[in-house]
């Protein structure tokens, strides 16, 4: 777990740390490295190559960024982990690494509780529960009802055993009692695939990954996992509007290794948030299928909290055991 209250230490107690050279007004005197651990492409390196690409014009240092994807985190991890806790070293990643991974493995070689202290809450992108059009439900209510009618013979998709997509799917089976079949793949590029291709009913996905088949009529969309409608698809309403306070729309932030000196977090931060409300950068993000937020550590300690919780209580309902 990643608690908000130890965050909020952490973050205070860094103000005790050595400033970084030169004070915050000196900094940064090189290049800043923005660590993802993914492969290029996905949702929080397209966050960091936006929000790199304007930070530095703001900071007056390169900003590169650094793909470290393998292990679920962990390689990335290391990579940070092992660089000195100097101010230009960060990392930019989904909530997984805290809140998903440490209910998946018993061990992790890093300390998802005290290794890293938020810094910026950046972006969020909402997942679409989407259906075959021939799937005969049109609306959340009426797949429940559907699902009721038919236990176990509803099947899913997901990106695999863990993702946000199947323990958002299985959130709400949990909530209504309905018996819905897993089907994991690797993936939305094998998922959405099999979901047009009539493999699977339904499932939870990117808005980008969907609208091509949505425009086409290969795809309806149900409802959205965020806590607001999108304004990617304003009609579609979400799962919270049924059931109050659901949220699992991935959120990406800053984060930076326990021990970087409070001028460095606070100047990355105060930059980051100026970066992501820039009318420019929403474009962008929207252009991805992602919704600009632009919080600073406190609100982003406390989403991250509040995203544990959740997984937690998904990861219990889908039966998942720590390998």
Do not use: C
């Not at 990406?252 to 930059?271: F, S, Y």
């Amino acid at each position: 777990m990643f608690p908000h209250r130890p965050l909020v230490a952490i973050a205070a107690a860094l103000s005790l740390a050595l400033p970084v050279e030169g004070g915050a007004q000196g900094y940064p005197t090189q290049t800043i490295r923005f660590v993802v651990p993914y492969a290029a492409g996905g949702f929080p390196d397209t966050v960091a190559r936006i929000v790199a690409q304007r930070l530095q014009d703001k900071v007056g240092q390169s900003v590169v960024i650094e793909n470290k994807p393998g292990a679920n985190g962990a390689v990335a991890a290391a990579a940070i982990l092992s660089a000195p806790a100097d101010g230009y070293t960060f990392l930019v990643t989904d909530g997984s690494m805290f809140s998903i991974n440490p209910k998946l493995y018993s061990k992790l070689p890093y300390d998802p509780a005290k290794d890293f202290v938020p810094v910026a809450l950046v972006a969020r992108a909402p997942l679409f529960l989407a259906a075959h059009p021939k799937f005969p439900p049109n609306t959340l209510a009426e797949l429940v009802a559907y699902a009721k009618s038919n236990p176990g013979r509803v099947n899913y998709g997901s990106s695999g055993i863990g993702s946000t997509h199947q323990l958002t799917m299985e959130a709400l089976k949990a909530h209504y009692g309905i018996n819905l079949v897993h089907v994991p793949f690797k993936g939305t590029g094998q998922s959405v695939p099999a979901l047009v291709g009539g493999q699977v009913e339904v499932l939870w996905s990117a808005y980008p990954s969907l609208a091509g088949f949505v425009k086409d009529g290969r795809v309806k969309l149900l409802a959205n996992n965020s806590a607001q409608r999108s304004p990617l698809a304003p009609d579609v309403p979400t799962v919270a509007e049924q059931v109050p306070g659901f949220d699992f729309a991935p959120i990406v932030g800053v984060l930076a290794p326990a021990g970087t000196p409070k001028a460095a977090i606070d100047r990355i931060a105060v930059e980051v948030v100026a970066v992501t409300k820039m009318p420019e950068t929403g474009k962008q993000f929207a252009a991805a299928g992602i919704e600009a937020v632009g919080a600073g550590a406190d609100e982003y300690a406390k989403a991250i909290s509040e995203e544990n919780a959740r997984m937690a209580k998904a990861i219990e309902a889908a039966g998942i055991k720590p390998e």
